[in-house]
């Protein structure tokens, strides 16, 4: 099986800086940079929204709960932002503390949130 290029991003639109982490989820596709920026697109790539996350610091892994719709990042903050999908933007909506040192992984399955370097459930 071969794969072809069907569709780009406007450069205007395009990352400053390194993509760490991309997740789709429903008709979106959602990518966490190492500057911090969450960026969400529609499934051609168009931009539908962006925003600062982890004041800067690298977003390493993005997860999804399916039934609340909360976004969940993470980084070397030692923290897990939540992050509400509405209309087409995103609203901090909560900050999990805990970790002691860089969360790099996220997984959300069945209702609970796993996380880690040491691995964590919430």
């Known amino acids: 099986m071969s794969l072809e290029l069907v569709s ?5 639109d395009e990352h400053n800086a ?11 596709l ?5 500057n911090g920026i969450v960026k969400v697109w529609t499934s051609d790539l168009d931009l539908v929204t ?10 390493y892994d993005m ?12 980084s ?15 609203y901090l909506n909560n900050i999990l503390k805990g970790h002691t040192q860089a969360i790099r992984k996220l997984c959300f399955s069945d209702g609970i949130l796993y ?6 459930k919430w």
């Open 30 to 34: 959602i990518s966490g940079s190492d």
């Open 63 to 74: 997860s999804i709960d399916p039934v609340s719709h909360l976004l969940y990042t993470c």
């Open 115 to 120: 996380s880690g370097e040491i691995v964590e």
């Open 8 to 12: 780009e991003i406007n450069p205007k």
């Open 18 to 28: 390194d993509i760490e982490t991309i997740l789709w989820y429903s008709d979106r």
């Open 76 to 90: 070397p903050d030692t923290t897990i932002q939540e992050w509400k999908l509405e209309d087409g933007k995103c």
């Open 50 to 59: 962006q925003f600062q996350a982890h004041d800067g610091q690298p977003v």
